[in-house]
């Protein structure tokens, strides 16, 4: 029926060319009805900020011929608009130098013309006169010409989908699509992100749709069978692309609620911190900064909950005036310990942190007005951000570097979950209405993750949540990738146990967007045998000669690779802020394995499984290899090596036939040894010996001698123990000797008395080991609990570059393998050292691991 509405097959035989045809219209009439479906505030906004890319839409309402208007342009400035000027080791040959002139005056014209056109709307009027003829339509023609675009786009769409091209023809499919991404990946704004999401589907399903339709030997069960298994794991992958792209494309970026001036409608609050088997020092600091929030005293009640029953809380608990609340039992873990804790008090709101987060002075006043305006609203969250670096970012020396393991979540995922009305509760670093939280019959106790289980509830009962991405409580992450891969184990079980019991696929009480968000949320974590199958994939046809993907070698490439790379655009373009490229298989290639059991038997049996605690503040005297953890990892590298060695026997004595794809197979054995590599490095444990972890910061400060000299400077890194300071002039001070630092916290100074344990230059380290209770609480107050303590944290990241990070994945899989050489025994180093010449020359070009010279465990200190 399509074929005689256009005449597809007559164009396709003649001219080939209905592929790139196909995909111009579908995308335009996407775009057009997205456009028409956007509010016009949200366009406002949106181009207001944009002005100097689109000057002459700024500042009123879209029109039906904007998509078009906005590619052309953006295109326009993409192509001429001059690059930023590089410096040059090379002369400039004289006609490049007459082409620059040339591209320059022709910039210069086309700037001068865009300058001229029409500048933002003046006025409300004007917008108003802008959408006067989309309101002319009325709502059955506004209906009726979305549904009939979006039906068109729709139809277009499929014929992409399904059609079977010519390797010329999807040749021209994959240029035509990759340039188009390339154009506008740059290009600010959300239209351009929805483009490449558009571009990024297209590709991805006509991919999974080849591959179920033309890539299955259905005549050999063995290559049937692997092929099978490999298309499964593909068709997850598939779908949580796809639905990350629903959760993920339009972020929130909620706002705090002002609160009334009227201090008296404050609501009350109490704040409870659990805790289990924690040091005592862990959990001081957060007491301190609890009790310095800026929230009416006689609103705010503080209570430590101590499930470990120890009398030294119960004396710290008295002399810090706060509560504490034990229990006889330690049924259900923390969930159990919070239900315990609701009969015992009384505040409307209930603020929740674990026992190593410390939160900011300010974080009850952003988190609270919502509670005020919106009677359903039972839950605001914010970041879990941690000032330690995790067992990745410490063993490979990028801490504050690049974006960690849980920046993606609370960076991205959970603003997309707010736009749905999704935010998940995370068990800490959250407020909830007390009311709300009685009204499902307490926190859930039937899973190990009781965070997750008790939002979903929530959700269900009609109550609203609300999320909000700004730093205001800062903890430690986990100290080895041991205790870092437990602590998975326990989410991805708690997420299959509660995608087992209380799906929220089925069920009522959830919108559709609700129901996609809570569903990628626990079919994120069934991805290890998925991940074990990629890793293991090619070993299929090189050791078992089964075709899993049987096709063409060349026409094998021309699908999976736009699928690979538009799936990298994109999410470079969505993500990037919060997770670099590629780095996403690393973090899985290191889980996979230890999640891939719990989460099967939480599928089939979900009361399976115990609440384990993470352990936090453990100490590491010397760099080690973790053997054990390593263990899956040595087994995969020595599979692919394997796999690896039967490629080059194929190659010698195999038929010419399979050169090519013997040739493809073993470029995916080498891309999975290094992904593997990649993990090993991580298995490398770096020494941690200090007991506080010290901040890096610049705030103005001073010191005082004892003769009374006072010298200004910088402090520039803290801890729970002491403090670093750079004076603005050098001073030679005697180790041990008495100093005093002076810090502000509003318009206050406040003065704490030390000892000197370090002096170089104008660099002094100060011991703070002799403070009063009372002055404890001011140094936390002045340092954790500032109210802009995390707000800088991600300033320093070095920004996405999809090809850049995938030639630094290589180089850190090359550099786990070395490092890995250098804990073998030295007799295992003798045979293996020619070949990992090249792998030490690799290890050049990554940072640096840290030193392993010996540091004090109280102190910290900057290096000269």
Partial sequence: MIARIFPYTRLRQRYDCAPPVALLLSTLCVLAWVCLRLEASHWRNLLDQRHRWYPQVAGRAPRLGDPLRYLVQSLWLLLVKPPRPRARTWATPPWIKGVGAVYLRLWSRVGGALEELPQRAENSQQIRQSTRWWKGLGRRWQRILNLSVGTAALLLTLLCITEPFSYAAQSVFVLLLWASAMLVRKVPGRFPTLLMVVLSVIVSCRYLWWRYTATLNWNQPLDLACGTILLVAETYSWLVLIVGYIQTCWPLNRKP???????????SVDLLIPTYN?????????????????????????????????????????????????????????????????????GELIAIFDCDHVPVRSFLQLTTGGFLSDPKLALVQTPHHFLSPDPFERNLNVFRVRPNEGELFYGLVQDGNDMWNAAFFCGSCAVLRRTAIEAIGGFAVETVTEDAHTALRLHRQGWNSAYIKIPQAAGLATESLSAHIGQRIRWARGMAQIFRTDNPLLGRGLTFFQRVCYANAMIHFLAGLPRLVFLTAPLAFLLLHAYIIYAPAAMILLYVMPHMIHASLTNSRMQGQYRHTFWGEVYETVLAWYIARPTTVALFNPKKGKFNVTAKGGLMADNQFDWKIAQPYLLLALLNVAGLGFAIWRLRYGPETEIFTVLVSSLWVIYNMLIVGAAVAVAAEVRQVRETHRVQVKLPAAVRLEDGHCYPGMLVDYSDGGAGIELDTPVSLPIGGRISLLLQRGDREFLFHGHVGRSHQNLIGIRLHALTGQQKIDFVQCTFARA?????????????????????????????????????????????????????????FLPRRPAATPISTSLPVSAP
């Fill in 257 to 267: 609620k002002p609160l009334p001036r009227d201090i008296s409608l404050w609501p």
């Fill in 278 to 346: 924690e040091d005592l020092s862990i959990v001081r600091s957060t007491v301190y900064a609890a009790m310095g929030l800026d929230w009416p005293a006689d609103k705010l009640n503080i209570y430590i909950l101590d499930d470990g029953k120890r009398e030294s809380f119960r004396q710290f608990a008295a002399e810090a005036g706060v509560g504490y609340i034990a229990r006889t039992d330690n049924r259900h873990a923390k969930a159990g310990n919070l239900n315990h804790a609701l009969k015992l008090i009384s």
């Fill in 788 to 844: 802009d303590a995390w707000l800088d944290w991600g300033e320093n990241f070095t920004p996405d570059r999809p090809l850049q990070s995938f030639m630094d994945i290589l180089k850190l899989g090359a550099v786990g393998y070395y490092r890995l050489y250098e804990y073998l025994p030295n007799w295992v180093r003798r045979i293996a050292g020619p070949p990992l010449h090249l792998l030490r020359w690799l290890a050049s």
